[in-house]
């Protein structure tokens, strides 16, 4: 390319000049001092074994004396613009409903690069796709890979995005958007129904772009039965209960888009890719770029962000509506940072110990299974063990019983990945919440807790899709005790069970309730 360009870019022009392969020169979102290239495959996608093996192998036979500095400009030939048109054409075609963008060409859109790539080509694509009021952060236009407004120039991280809240407060805007200096990942933040501004994490993003894609084919009729869609094994559960509900076939990989890539050659020209993520902040709606694309994620979000707004919601409402028709998931993220070789042994001998003593419980709850990626085995609480049909890496994914799992991965570049989430618990209230377990039987029955609000109790059973409301807030308003406790047998639906005589608004009591309710219901 003549200059500067989103590495998803990289990945189109090799597909549309069906070349051999292409280089990247590329930090990503890291500091200057990781960077380094991505090298892709002539299916456009970065390379894997055995090519990857295959190219080292060669790299490590070349000596200095062997290569050529002086150029044959005759064997290059340099690219620009005529590729973003072509790259923006296509990726035009990736909206779903354009009559909703025109009723909302309005949307006020805060944008930043964060001084990389996205500049180039993110504000163009978002006014090809009908947006008329996109503002960018003035000071992170400028490319500068020292990155000088911004401590990490990662939008998984708050602080990136400091100028451009500051910029949508200014104009009240609908939606911000950063993407990484590579322009391949995007974070996002949106009002909350108090009007606060709040950045949604990876695998809200995710959630939130599958849930659209989905329901809005069906609604379109665009929808065919032999599509699919793509997550990460790390990647929230909930987008697995949006497939299911919906009958969209989901498939699981590997992190990273290399893998998500290999799913849709696994299967080109038998079933269609419509969407795939991850919850590392990537994501990619098209089959003709086989890497994560934060150019087509962003006028995506965009549209989302304006189908929201056509219904007086916005992008927080819609999340909180997939969070009570499919259930709530909570996860975190942890990076441990071990630079150079000595940090990279480290982060080895981590994961051995991992794999080799896992943790027992979660919260008081035991393991269920375990699945070791670099062993192809999964455990059960038992010690019987099955082949898994994955390729081998070095991922530990362990599942406990109240649906939680705790992953675990190394990275090449000296970071332990350490993701952890709790799968999707429903609660008849308003608004969904993410809970503090009280106490556990080990029959997957809990008295659950407001993390915030002490005084707010649940009560959750095994057989029941939904939690209860114990709290004097919210759904029972000031109903008095005894018809909480009516709601209560209501809810157990075992009559042997009269919860008028057990004192619901303590944990002891709660605890008689269940252990009682097993033995009469057997449960």
């Not at 025109?102 to 805060?110: A, G, M, N, S, T």
């Not at 400028?142 to 995005?161: I, Q, R």
């Not at 992953?407 to 350490?418: F, R």
């Not at 095994?462 to 209860?468: F, H, L, T, V």
Request: overall charge negative; charged content about 30%; some cysteine.
């Amino acid at each position: 390319f003549d200059d500067l360009r989103p590495t998803p870019e990289v990945s189109f022009a090799i597909r549309e000049l069906k070349c051999q392969g292409g280089v990247n020169i590329t930090a990503s979102h890291n500091p200057k001092e990781y960077n380094g290239y991505k090298a892709y495959w002539d299916d456009g996608a970065q390379v894997l074994a055995p090519h990857d093996k295959g190219i080292i192998d060669e790299v490590e036979k070349v000596k200095i004396e062997d290569v050529k500095f002086d150029a044959n400009n005759d064997l290059i030939q340099i690219i620009g613009k005529e590729i973003d048109d072509l790259y923006l054409d296509r990726i035009k075609t990736l909206s779903i409903d354009p009559a909703v963008i025109e009723r909302h060409k309005d949307l006020k859109i805060v944008y930043t690069p964060l001084h990389g790539a996205g500049r180039t080509l993110i504000p163009e694509s978002l006014k090809r796709w009908g947006f008329e009021k996109v503002y960018t952060v003035k000071e992170q236009m400028v490319k500068d890979g020292n990155f000088p407004t911004v401590v990490s120039p990662n939008p998984e991280n708050g602080e990136a995005l400091t100028l451009a809240l500051r910029d949508a407060k200014e104009i009240d805007a609908d939606i911000v958007m950063a993407s990484d200096p590579d322009a391949d990942r995007v974070g996002m933040a949106c009002k909350n129904d108090k009007g606060e501004w709040v950045l949604i994490n990876g695998n809200q993003t995710c959630l939130i772009f599958l849930y659209y894609i989905i329901t809005n084919r069906i609604k379109t009729g665009k929808m065919q039965p032999n599509d699919f869609i793509v997550k990460t094994i790390v990647t929230t559960e909930l987008i697995k209960k949006i497939a299911d509900k919906n009958n969209v076939e989901m498939i699981d990989c590997f992190t990273g888009f290399k893998w998500i890539a290999r799913e849709i050659r696994e299967f080109e020209g038998v079933k269609q890719y419509i969407g795939g993520g991850e919850e590392g902040y990537g994501f990619m709606a098209e089959d003709f770029v086989r890497d994560k694309d934060a150019v087509s994620a962003m006028c995506l979000l965009a549209e989302i962000c304006a189908y929201a707004k056509d219904q007086g919601k916005t992008l927080y409402d819609l999340l909180m509506e997939i969070y009570l028709e499919y259930g709530f998931s909570h996860e975190v993220t942890v990076n441990v940072v071990r630079p150079g070789k000595t940090g990279a042994d480290e982060i080895k001998q981590m994961m051995e110990n991992f794999r080799n003593n896992p943790p027992k419980q979660l919260g008081g709850s035991p393991i269920v299974i375990t699945k070791d990626f670099l062993k192809l085995e999964q455990t059960d609480a038992n010690g019987n063990k099955t082949e898994k049909k994955y390729k081998a890496s070095e991922g530990v994914m362990i599942h406990f019983n109240n649906r939680s799992f705790l992953g675990c991965k190394g990275s090449k570049d000296g970071v332990l990945n350490n993701v952890g989430g709790s799968s999707s618990i429903n609660i008849g209230t308003r608004r969904p919440q993410f809970f503090e377990v009280l106490y556990n039987d080990g029959k997957e029955n809990f008295i659950l807790q407001h993390p915030l609000d002490k005084g707010e109790l649940y009560l959750k059973l095994k057989n029941k899709e939904e939690a209860i409301y114990l709290g004097n807030k919210a759904l029972l308003g000031s109903r008095s005790e005894k018809s909480k406790a009516k709601l209560t047998t209501e809810y157990l639906q075992c009559p042997s069970i009269d919860a008028t005589k057990y004192d619901t608004t303590t944990i002891d009591g709660l605890k008689q309730l269940i252990t009682d309710y097993c033995k009469a219901c057997g449960k």
